[in-house]
Nanobody, 117 residues
Framework: QVQLVESGGGLVQAGGSLRLSCAAS????????MGWYRQAPGKQRDLVAI???????NYADSVKGRFTISRDAARKTMYLQMDSLKPEDTAVYYC???????????WGQGTQVTVSS
């Protein structure tokens, strides 16, 4: 079982920045990949960014050049730096990890990000 604790959400004006954190209860070396997803009201949950255990990253087209995903193995934490935020970035943001050997997936509880215009 993997526990994930997210933090860093909040209310920000358009053009502002926020940094989300996702702290894992296990070593990041036991994780195949980690990612951030978001879900706006009435919409499906979509991938925002993903990082593999090799450090490769991939981003949704809508956030490329504005968001940066990273991880700190020593702190067992993944981050999402969000810059130049837009009102359409408003959503609940979830972190997800996939464990290396079992390929089981675990989700965080979600953190609300609200961008005002």
């Amino acid at each position: 079982q993997v526990q994930l604790v997210e933090s860093g959400g909040g209310l920000v004006q358009a053009g502002g920045s926020l940094r989300l954190s996702c702290a894992a209860s296990v070593s990041l070396f036991s994780i195949n990949n980690m990612g951030w997803y978001r879900q706006a009201p009435g919409k499906q949950r979509d991938l925002v960014a993903i990082i593999t255990n090799g450090g490769s990253t991939n981003y949704a087209d809508s956030v490329k050049g504005r968001f940066t995903i990273s991880r700190d193995a020593a702190r067992k934490t993944m981050y999402l730096q969000m810059d130049s935020l837009k009102p359409e970035d408003t959503a609940v943001y979830y972190c997800k990890v996939v464990v290396e050997y079992t390929r089981s997936a675990y989700w965080g509880q979600g953190t609300q990000v609200t961008v005002s215009s």
